[in-house]
Antibody, heavy 118, light 108 residues
């Protein structure tokens, strides 16, 4: 069974940093593209970043302006999102999803909530 | 950036009725890279349709997708109580990947 479990969310002050993790199981993680997608409270879905299977291709939403970094550790079946210079508008549930550019997101984690507030 | 506009914003229908949801793109999208997702309150999105018209694994055949170019449609032939949710279209063929703003399907 495919499982994606996010962790690392929480309350952080504006300007702070947070690192999200996504633990994958039930499939050959190293062969799949992976995504982060976020959803602000009461709002729609917003794509954040995608990473190809071997980390050769990385894509980000323009709005992030270099503050976020996606990475993966295929040996540990894990996906990461390093978030720096956090702003109130980054408050959202962050989902890890299997898929990316050219690949539909067919499995999603349950999400981890990030709240940016003083 | 490809902007996806979904209509209507809210659709009020009764169980058993047919639902037609629209997704219009600001520029042409390859049919290969157009998906539809369903999201219920407190849950993660679920992939329904990919490649504009292919049903994802386990999706009932009352869900169907169609369209090409800039106009795409999700049709639910006969609404079941569990189908009332928010639906999003997504294009994943060019960066940035983008989602529509969603259509809320509510019980009339």
């Amino acid at each position: 069974e495919v499982q994606l479990v996010e962790s690392g969310g929480g309350l952080v002050k504006p300007g702070g940093s947070l690192r999200l993790s996504c633990a994958a199981s039930g499939f050959a993680f190293s062969t799949y593209h992976m995504n982060w997608v976020r959803q602000a409270p009461g709002k729609g879905l917003e794509w954040v970043s995608s990473l190809s299977s071997a980390s050769s291709y990385i894509y980000y939403a323009d709005s992030l302006k270099g503050r976020f970094t996606i990475s993966r550790d295929n040996a540990k079946n894990s996906l990461f999102l390093q978030m720096n210079s956090l702003r109130a508008e980054d408050t959202a549930v962050y989902y890890c999803a299997r898929g990316g550019l050219y690949v539909p997101s067919d499995y999603w984690g349950q999400g981890t909530l990030v709240i940016v507030s003083s | 950036e490809i902007v996806l506009t979904q209509s209507p914003g809210t659709l009020s229908l009764s169980p058993g009725e047919r639902a037609t949801l629209s997704c219009r793109a600001s520029q042409s999208v390859s049919s290969t890279y157009l998906a539809w997702y369903q999201q219920k309150p407190g849950q993660a999105p679920r992939l329904l349709i990919y490649g504009a018209s292919s049903r994802a694994t386990g999706i009932p055949d009352r869900f169907s997708g169609s369209g090409s170019g800039t106009d795409f449609t999700l049709t639910i032939s006969r609404l079941e109580p569990e189908d009332f949710a928010v639906y999003y279209c997504q294009q994943y063929g060019s960066s940035p990947v983008t989602f529509g703003q969603g259509t809320r399907l509510e019980i009339k």
